[in-house]
DNA sequence: TAAAAATGATAGTATTACTTTCAGCGAAAT
DNA sequence: ATTTCGCTGAAAGTAATACTATCATTTTTA
């Protein structure tokens, strides 16, 4: 089952909440072995069935596809990240040292929590890495964000955001920081795992997109101007 | 058909060459279409077919599966940029100069090349704001890479690498930076249109990354160290 | 004009993505 | 003690997807 948070998640990612009953919870937990294993393509609730020794149609009473079951567990994700976000700004409050460790936070997504052995922490970090864009890269977006279903998210970076501020104010751009340094974190990663080409070999992701972070919201100002050159 | 420009695209994309027949052409044509109306996961040669006035085996005669075919036309779409980039940074000498171009010819991929009727160049650049990550977050990206799938998106990041390095030789993370603001480029345009809390209203998205870019390559030195207290 | 290449028509297979119905079982309420 | 409820499993079915194969026909080209 899933770690000890047990965050109230928004009720349409799912037909019949997954956490309160054993079969949800089991699903829950093979889904992310599964979908590590074999990825979000080639993941079917046939073959879930077949490694819970349950069946489809007992799976499809939870979850209307394997969209929401992917969402879902792409929210509680973020749902997990906001909380240890919290707890690492908590009685923080330097604004250098509260981004620097919301970015920890961020950036050990996936180490293991060992107080939840039959949940693997690490395995859904890759799971969110590779498949996390495919929650809402879809075309039915508008719709499923009208019901909520990216919530979290949202309130994820809604989270940030004044951490980000707090190191200025005046900065134009905090919500757009925000999420390409979250997106951006994901891609690192694994660009570094199958693309090196497109990373630095060795690079710190934490570190790159701390500076990265740090540098854009010092904005002096002969950072900021766009060249006055013609075209 | 695709416009005018006809690089070389990894022989591997295809099973028979697209652009060499006219079935072929049209089939790239209406992909982009129908990818735009419909979205990838919708999306069937079934479908093509039936618009094409052809049939299903045609097309997988050119196209193995329709995760080639995304991976071909974004394949396209990074060597055109490619080029725009070379076209843009000609004669341009100042670094500063020639990284504003390069975010200019990037983030203006969208505009319509007049010259070229029956393609829809805005179409195809709404699909790889959607679609483009699916070309490689699968299972199979290694083995997708291996056989030089993913040439022209390297190669565009290998290419835009010199124009950061310009701008500071000793800035340790170009690819990453490179990648970053590429991958970003698509995300704000997707989040300014569906997931507008992420991002912030009226968002130039060039000039947004040009100040994160400029920024992280002046890289005063009281950005660059993580602070110093204890964790 | 003959050979080669490309296309269309038809058909077929395995799998996917579901839905429906019904029966059985354990826990809770009466 | 029994009814009832919620959940699960079993079985079957459907429409669509993702292909592959064969063969006749048309188009290109040498």
Avoid at 54 to 67: D, P, V
Wanted: net charge neutral; glycine share 2%; with cysteine.
């Amino acid at each position: 089952m899933l770690p000890t948070l047990r965050p109230d998640l928004n009720e349409h990612l799912y037909l019949r909440d997954p956490q309160g009953t054993d079969l949800g919870r089991r699903l829950l937990a093979e889904s992310v072995r599964l979908l590590d294993d074999i990825g979000f393509e080639a993941f079917t609730f046939k073959k879930l069935a077949l490694v819970l020794g349950s069946t489809e149609a007992s799976l499809y009473r939870y979850f209307e596809n394997k969209q929401r079951l992917l969402t879902y567990l792409m929210s509680w994700h973020w749902a997990w990240l906001r909380f240890r976000v919290r707890v690492a700004l908590h009685n923080v409050a330097d604004p250098r040292q509260r981004l620097h460790h919301a970015l920890v936070a961020i950036c050990q997504a996936s180490v293991d929590d060992p107080a939840t052995p039959d949940f693997d922490e690490a395995a859904l970090y890759r799971v969110v890495v590779a498949e996390a864009s495919k929650a809402y890269l879809t075309k039915d977006v508008d719709a499923n964000n009208r019901v909520g279903l990216f919530r979290e998210y949202k309130q994820l970076v809604a989270d940030l955001v004044p951490v980000v501020q707090a190191l200025n104010p005046a900065y134009a751009h905090s919500h757009a920081l925000v999420s390409t340094l979250l997106e951006s974190a994901r891609n690192q990663y694994f660009f570094a795992k199958h693309l090196p080409s497109l990373t630095d070999p060795g690079t710190d992701v934490r570190a790159f997109l701390e500076h990265l972070a740090l540098s854009a919201l010092a904005a002096p100002a002969s950072c900021t101007p766009a060249p006055a050159v013609a075209s």
